[in-house]
């Protein structure tokens, strides 16, 4: 019970990471491999907030959110659309796209290196704990989970709801068909894209609540959220949900039954029986 | 066939690579450990550059395949020949591609990625898992070459496995399956409708880097004396890998070289220079070869050729 609430906890906080990269790889068609850089950096935000001004990192996600949203749009309109506009293919615009964000990756582990040093930084915020079932849990955690599902919930309304969220899903499922029943896709692929890199940014916020974080941890969130946005299918926010609760259940049943260190290993076996099983997805048809 | 040109390259090559080999003979300090890391990293590149410049799959598994090479050195060189170990470790390699091909490569390139990002990671858990349950750390690797020293044996050593790479590169490239894979790499969709099997054919050439940077690894080990994870499964070693063989050029058997000797001259000056900055530089590598050289500095060449031939 203790094993499976606690998974169920780091799960939520992964969903939403997960959905952001999922904005950014489904919608953007951008595979953003400096996800996990920009987690780290809200992480970062979090704790300077905390430390410097006794900010609540809840609070924090309000400034945080719209400041990443607009480096991530930088991003997308200066970096990555001259290579939208050159791709012949598909394929080409993938390894351009893995290509250079590896580069923003690197460049975002040196400069928060030379920034902050290579130490592990946390800190202590409504570390009391919470009894559930019997079992004592931290609050941080827990209000971390709530604020992961409300941002999910607000989500997964908007993008089913909403005019402009509908106009998202149709450039996931065919971004060439979307401009021609008059969606601008471009401007809506910036958007997607710096939407995912706000969510993401406020995700490592959360996660900063209670996590260790330092400069060159990012790469191990990016591949745990390419995990979970294939296992729960490319664009599909339901899949997303599932696969993170059920990552993070996982894992921590590894973690805590096993050894602490097999945690990636745990991902890894994970995806490899989705890779060999499932591959379009928990609740994908056809064939890759 | 062999045609005269094909004679006249493969002198060259043999007379580049006995020129090479003298290089002990001058040097056994500074410059022969420069040496070993241009040799390693000629062939860990250009055996990436088999595979992933005709398919155009990112390849980030070389330092899986490396660690696990400097392991199976490191774990029978007491009780078995160290030339042994070597094509032992290139079984292992290989198999172990063969493996991870088999469950990737059927899919698109992004999976492909994500999945042999993580390999080293993966492989490094479980291997200090496996220690702690056991209760080893590390394993020390002390070998003796009688008159001979350790760096000179592993740079001879690997001038010869350069040897094989470009032969391997030059016979691939003109077998049905080089010719397969370049279809490949044009249209996959063209291949498979001509009757090429994809999957066997990447599956088939994915092995080839597997087994190459195994026994690199297991060639290396030596010179690390003492041997624990993550040491020999650093990250680092596979993205250096893709930037020198991009930045050289991976469309051409000999492009990676030219990748490889200044990167490792500019990596050994920064990080002797700037030990916290090797971050920044490889950041900086990636972004240039995409917006500045995105074929590398053999399409530089290639270009500066034909518009001189233009000129004329």
Known sequence: MDILITGLLLGGTYALIAMGLNLQYGIARIMNLANGEILVAGGFAAFWM?????????LTIFVLAPVAFAVNWLIYVVMLRPLVKRAKSRGQLEVDAILSTFGLSFVGVGLMLAAFGGDYFNYSYLATPVTIFGDNFGLNRIASFIAAAILC????????????????RAIAVSPESARLVGIDVARL???????????????GALLSAYLTLDASTGVIFTLKALIIVIMGGVGDVRGTIVAALLLGVIETLVASLIDPGLTLAAAYALFILILLFRPRGLFGRGAA | MMSTTDIRTIAIAAVAIGVCALLPLVDQGYWLSIGVSIAMFTVLATSWALFSGPTHYISLATAAFFGIGTYVTGSFYESVSFWLLLPAAAI???????????????????????FTLGLAELVRQVITWAQNMTGHRGTYVLLDFGSRSVEEVIYWTLLGLAAIVYLAGWLIGRSRLGFALRIIGDDEEVARHSGINTARAKVLLFMVPGAVAAATGAALAPRYVYIEPALAF??????????????????RLWGPL???????LLWEVISATFPNQTTLLLGAAFLVIVYVLPRGFVGLLERARARAGGGA
């Open chain 2, 258 to 264: 030219v990748g490889v000797i200044p990167f490792t």
């Open chain 1, 50 to 58: 905390y430390t410097a001004g006794q900010t609540s990192p809840y």
């Open chain 2, 92 to 114: 292992v390699g290989g198999l172990l591609a063969g493996i991870v091909g088999l469950a990737t490569l059927r899919l698109s390139g992004v999976y492909f990625v994500i």
């Open chain 2, 234 to 251: 650093t990250p680092l070693l596979s993205f250096q890998v893709v930037i020198m063989a991009l930045l050289g050029g991976a469309g």
């Open chain 1, 189 to 203: 692929s910036a958007f997607a894209f710096a939407l995912g890199g706000a969510v993401t940014a406020v995700g």
């Open chain 1, 153 to 168: 919930a607000a989500l997964y309304l908007w993008l089913n709801r909403s005019r402009a969220g509908m106009s998202i």
